[in-house]
């Protein structure tokens, strides 16, 4: 059979055409699977050029710092610290309770009522945030004979006079507070519990020999301690009387041995701290009596009590005023003491020329001297302010009953002097009085004043920069831990707490 030529053409053009349609057809598959792709890969990585792209890599972090460098941070600045509390201390000198005075306040029946004493002086005490008076007498009870010098016990009703007064406080730590030997001791001590009032300087065996009173907030450390006659470790004599048995009664040193002081007061004032004190004082029964000036002694036991960390020295016994003065610590550079030497007497029966040891009549005058502590928004706690206002003691039968009254004498109200129960003579012996009495502080309390008040301007304006400079606080916290030390700052450097 012979092939038919047109026939085979026919075939091949068929398979070539089916080729065509089939490269056709795959071209538009390939097309559309590109633009799919391209696509899906736009929902992806809408921001990217290329599906390979990974996330999360540094090429991102430039974005972020583009956005913080745009957007402001919302931090407040922080607040300026505030006082939030203060608390103001008022201390006067000896309740020497002279048989002379009791016996005027003894009634018709045989009763006591020693209010006549405190009457003038009442508003200025109770006005006090915490008010400190030196008890120079014991409360023996009947067992005793109710006299002054030279073994001192009083009628139980002076401690009702005390309390309506105002006083939070006696010390009971003096060199006449044996005087009813140990019964006395603790007898005293119970007649002022009882009465509400605290003890300070005696308490009985195995007592804390200090206490922390919390006022207004602000816990202030306080301890007193009196000169003794004698003391061998197991017995001791306040004035040369017979030797008390229980030493653990009194807080006392000797003049021959301060150092029992010393290492007493170095566990007292941790003992203060891990109760919690935020200020400290200490109050005194030194010195020598009848002096108008601090001695040798006094000026290194105190400068001693500064280097040791106390806050305010407050001091008795001379039965005069002396001078106040600013302490500077040679062991902690920044802490400061404020110290008057001694308060002279509250009350007493030494008037002028009775007394042959005694200058004039500085033994009728005396001080109610204050100290404020403020509390700061940070916790810290400071010594703010000391002042003293003069006392005299006026003895007078003005109504026909003789009485010893305390006068406070504010010069700012001296034109109302004569409206405290006082003669136009009186007067003139108060004015006397206060004149010698700042003759004596006047020079030392403003320098204490001045010193406190750049002290506190200092500290205002180290808290009004504070917000803008954190970095304090840092170097704040890193200087606490390291001893002799002061915190600089490039203006001001931060006071010290007390």
């Known amino acids: 059979?012979?092939?038919?030529?047109?026939?085979?053409?026919?075939?091949?053009?068929?398979?070539?055409?089916?080729?065509?349609?089939?490269?056709?057809?795959?071209?538009?598959?390939?097309?559309?699977?590109?633009?799919?792709?391209?696509?899906?890969?736009?929902?992806?990585?809408?921001?990217?050029?290329?599906?390979?792209?990974?996330?999360?890599?540094?090429?991102?972090?430039?974005?972020?710092?583009?956005?913080?460098?745009?957007?402001?941070?919302?931090?407040?600045?922080?607040?300026?610290?505030?006082?939030?509390?203060?608390?103001?201390?008022?201390?006067?000198?000896?309740?020497?309770?002279?048989?002379?005075?009791?016996?005027?306040?003894?009634?018709?029946?045989g009763s006591y009522d020693f209010s006549s004493i405190f009457r003038?002086?009442?508003?200025?005490?109770?006005?006090?945030?915490?008010?400190?008076?030196?008890?120079?007498?014991?409360?023996?009870?009947?067992?005793?004979?109710?006299?002054?010098?030279?073994?001192?016990?009083?009628?139980?009703?002076?401690?009702?006079?005390?309390?309506?007064?105002?006083f939070d406080m006696l010390l009971t730590a003096n060199n006449h507070a044996g005087d009813t030997m140990n019964d006395g001791i603790a007898r005293t001590l119970e007649v002022v519990?009882?009465?509400?009032?605290?003890?300070?300087?005696?308490?009985n065996s195995g007592e804390k020999r200090y206490t922390v009173v919390d006022v207004n907030g602000i816990k202030i450390g306080m301890v007193c301690y009196t000169w003794a006659f004698s003391g061998n470790g197991s017995t001791f004599s306040l004035n040369g009387l017979t030797p008390v048995k229980d030493e653990g009664q009194m807080n006392y040193f000797t003049k021959n041995n301060p150092d029992k002081l010393y290492s007493e007061l170095g566990p007292i004032l941790e003992g203060m701290k891990a109760d919690g004190a935020e200020a400290t004082m200490i109050l005194l029964h030194w010195g020598e009596e009848y002096q108008l000036t601090e001695n040798a002694a006094q000026q290194k036991m105190a400068q001693k009590l500064c280097d040791m960390g106390f806050d305010v020295i407050v001091g008795g016994h001379p039965h005069v005023v002396q001078p106040m003065a600013v302490l500077e610590s040679t062991e902690d550079p920044g802490h400061k003491t404020y110290c008057i030497y001694s308060l002279g007497n509250a009350v007493s029966n030494q008037r002028n020329g009775y007394v042959s040891a005694c200058p004039g009549a500085h033994g009728e005058d005396g001080l109610?001297?204050?100290?404020?502590?403020?509390?700061?928004?940070?916790?810290?706690?400071?010594?703010?302010?000391?002042?003293?206002?003069?006392?005299?003691?006026?003895?007078?039968?003005?109504?026909?009953?003789?009485?010893?009254n305390i006068v406070p004498l504010d010069k700012e109200t001296e034109d109302t002097w004569s409206e405290l129960g006082m003669t136009a003579d009186q007067?003139?012996?108060?004015?006397?009085?206060?004149?010698?009495?700042?003759?004596?502080?006047?020079?030392?309390?403003?320098?204490?004043?001045?010193?406190?008040?750049?002290?506190?301007?200092?500290?205002?304006?180290?808290?009004?920069?504070?917000?803008?400079h954190p970095e304090w606080l840092e170097t704040e916290s890193t200087e606490e831990t390291v001893a002799e030390t002061v915190i600089e700052t490039e203006e001001t450097t931060l006071p010290e707490a007390a």
């Open 368 to 404: 109610l001297f204050t100290v404020t502590f403020e509390k700061y928004s940070d916790g810290k706690v400071y010594v703010a302010g000391v002042d003293a206002l003069p006392t005299w003691v006026n003895m007078q039968s003005n109504t026909g009953v003789k009485e010893y």
């Open 193 to 203: 519990r009882n009465a509400g009032l605290t003890a300070l300087g005696s308490q």
């Open 1 to 109: 059979m012979s092939k038919n030529p047109k026939r085979g053409n026919t075939a091949v053009i068929v398979v070539l055409t089916v080729l065509i349609v089939l490269m056709i057809a795959a071209t538009g598959f390939l097309i559309y699977l590109s633009v799919d792709l391209v696509n899906k890969e736009a929902e992806v990585t809408p921001t990217q050029g290329s599906a390979m792209q990974l996330p999360q890599t540094t090429e991102t972090q430039p974005q972020q710092t583009e956005t913080e460098e745009t957007v402001p941070p919302t931090t407040e600045t922080p607040e300026v610290e505030q006082v939030i509390a203060t608390a103001t201390i008022g201390a006067v000198g000896d309740l020497l309770m002279h048989e002379p005075v009791f016996r005027t306040c003894r009634n018709s029946d």
């Open 427 to 468: 007067v003139k012996l108060a004015a006397q009085s206060y004149e010698r009495t700042m003759k004596i502080i006047g020079e030392g309390l403003k320098i204490c004043q001045d010193d406190l008040a750049q002290a506190k301007a200092d500290r205002e304006q180290y808290y009004l920069d504070l917000p803008n």
């Open 120 to 166: 003038y002086i009442k508003d200025a005490v109770s006005e006090l945030d915490y008010a400190i008076a030196n008890l120079e007498t014991t409360f023996g009870g009947d067992n005793y004979v109710y006299q002054g010098n030279p073994a001192f016990n009083c009628p139980d009703p002076l401690i009702d006079a005390v309390v309506d007064a105002g």
